[in-house]
């Protein structure tokens, strides 16, 4: 299987702040990466697909970058809506996997 | 716009079978380019990749729970449904439905969940 490390699994940050989240895959995985935002007691939803693509309806603040082995997710300037979890996850190679996640809060 | 409820008993007793199903409305489960999942999130920690079908029935199980898992599509419902046999504690977890877009591979469309405990 293909392992997914978040980096960092904790964040602190406040309204304003541009931060990025890290995911490292342990074999290549071409752009088949995705990102999630999870919300406390919701559902995932999907950010960012093919590594770099915005989901339709996802603000512009949200960006990924990265091919093969690592990839970040930037949020510009963060909003009180964005405190939440987030998720790569991989379809290069099944099975499916995804990271662990990182918990993204107010500081 | 696809919406999916996922609906199950709650709780069920340990060695025994969970059965869940989920229901797509928005959407035919039998659309060329569909495919249907579970993921699964127990308390506090992250997601899991169950199995998914596709459109046309094919299947893809998770290798560590392919022993236990069946999934099947019921198109006259609309619906999917998750079979988890022998299941023990470690199968408590939120369950997901989830579109998987055969477009980019992802997936775009999530229930809410149903939570499952495994309890005597």
């Known amino acids: 299987d293909i392992q997914l490390t978040q980096s960092p699994s904790f964040l602190s940050a406040s309204v304003g702040d541009r931060v990025t989240i890290t995911c490292r895959a342990s074999?290549?995985?071409?752009?088949?990466l995705a990102w999630y935002q999870q919300r406390p007691g919701k559902a995932p939803e999907l950010l960012i697909y093919a590594a770099s693509t915005l989901q339709s309806g996802v603000p512009s603040r949200f960006s990924g970058s990265g091919s093969g082995t690592e990839f970040t997710l930037t949020i510009s300037s963060l909003q009180p809506e964005d405190f939440a979890s987030y998720y790569c996850q991989q379809t290069n190679t099944y099975p499916i996997t995804f990271g662990q996640g990182t918990r993204l809060e107010i500081k | 716009q696809v919406q999916l409820q996922e609906s199950g008993p709650g709780l069920v007793k340990p060695s025994e079978t969970l059965s869940l199903t989920c229901t797509v409305s928005g959407g035919s489960v039998s659309s060329s380019g569909n495919y249907w999942s579970w993921i699964r999130q127990p308390p506090g920690k992250g997601l899991e990749w169950i199995a998914y079908?596709?459109?046309?029935?094919?299947?893809s199980y998770s290798p560590s729970l392919k022993s236990r898992v069946t999934m099947s599509v019921d198109t006259s419902k609309n619906q999917v449904s998750l079979n988890l046999n022998s299941v023990t504690a470690e199968d408590t977890a939120l369950y997901y439905c989830?579109?998987?877009?055969?477009?980019?591979?992802?997936?775009?469309?999530w229930g809410q969940g149903t939570p499952v405990t495994v309890s005597a």
């Open positions: 079908i596709s459109y046309n029935g094919g299947t």
């Open positions: 074999r290549g995985v071409a752009s088949y």
């Open positions: 989830a579109r998987y877009s055969g477009h980019h591979w992802t997936f775009d469309y």
